[in-house]
């Protein structure tokens, strides 16, 4: 019985002490930085200031504005008649028809995976996770890219797999 009681006693003051301790430790670590010096809060980044404060705007630019979005709705209807086309005149025979089908559903993919990224990876919330998502984004866009066009020049090209797969 008065093992338990001195147990009661002790564990509790030890606990609140150590959390203590590990606070004030991750305070001090983050009170050193430039980049954060907000009160720390668990769950994750502080943006500073209030929720009533204006936020920062990027400055304009060409590619981000509304030209960028002309341009993904253009690759986007673009995709339709030129699916089309490539499959009326087969791979082979036309095989810039597949080189630009080929080149056009990769960046209309790679357009839409950015569009993920900075809605939900957004730099200023996740500042490692988001510029290394980004990079991985463009390295496999770049790596899909050359592996279309070596599918399209050395074998039977997109159009002609397609078509493959589908009677198969």
């Known amino acids: 019985m008065a093992s338990s009681l001195l147990v009661r006693s002790t564990l509790p003051r030890a606990l609140t002490q150590r959390s203590i301790l590990r606070s004030t430790a991750i305070q001090a670590r983050h009170a050193t930085d430039d980049a954060y010096n ?3 809060i668990p769950g994750g980044p502080v943006y500073k200031g209030t929720v009533n404060d204006p936020t920062t705007f990027p400055p304009p630019s060409r590619a981000n504005g509304s030209y960028h979005w002309a ?3 253009l690759l ?5 008649p030129m699916t089309a086309a490539a499959f009326a005149t087969s ?6 028809v597949d080189g630009l089908l080929g080149v056009s559903l990769v960046m209309h993919t790679h357009i839409g995976f950015d569009s993920i990224l900075v809605d939900y990876l957004h730099k200023r919330k996740f ?3 988001g510029p290394t998502a980004k990079w991985t984004l463009r ?3 770049v790596a ?5 066009y070596q599918f399209n020049t050395n074998d039977i090209g997109l159009t002609e797999l397609i078509v493959k797969v589908w009677h198969a």
């Open 76 to 80: 986007a209807a673009s995709l339709i």
């Open 91 to 96: 791979g082979t025979a036309h095989p810039i």
């Open 144 to 148: 899909s890219l050359v592996g279309i």
């Open 127 to 129: 500042p490692i996770i």
């Open 71 to 73: 341009f993904e709705r």
């Open 139 to 141: 390295a496999a866009t």
């Open 38 to 40: 907000a009160a720390y």
